[in-house]
């Protein structure tokens, strides 16, 4: 069992950075991957970004090129740092693990992960 919560959202204007992070707890041992997803109101969740135990990561379209996520393995903490941000940006952030095997090298964000962090709002105007 893994409990995640995240931190350091907050309101930017349109090319603004913010960098959030997502303190994991409880047994973490055997997470394969963790990620980062988003949701702003009325659309669908979409993934962010994700990284695996080897640090080999993965990110949607969208934010290729703008945000960055790594990881501190031995505080068991992830991170997102977010450059340029867009006003499209403005979302609910969340923090999600999973301990299961990975078909490939990378962690797709298709992927189905178990644990879930509360969310951190990330709000970016014009």
């Known amino acids: 069992q893994v409990q995640l919560v995240e931190s350091g959202g907050g309101s930017v204007q349109s090319g603004g950075s913010l960098r959030l992070s997502c303190a994991a707890s409880g047994y973490t041992y055997t997470t394969s991957c963790m990620a980062w997803f988003r949701q702003a109101p009325g659309k669908e969740r979409e993934g962010v970004a994700s990284i695996t135990r080897l640090g080999i990561t993965n990110y949607a379209d969208s934010v290729k090129g703008r945000f960055t996520i790594s990881r501190d393995g031995a505080k068991n903490t992830l991170f997102l740092q977010m450059n340029s941000l867009k006003p499209e940006d403005t979302a609910t952030y969340y923090c999600?693990?999973?301990?299961?095997?990975?078909?490939?090298?990378?962690?797709?964000?298709?992927?189905?992960?178990?644990?879930w962090g509360q969310g951190t709002q990330v709000t970016v105007s014009s």
């Open positions: 999600a693990a999973t301990d299961s095997q990975l078909r490939f090298r990378s962690c797709p964000l298709t992927t189905d992960f178990r644990s």
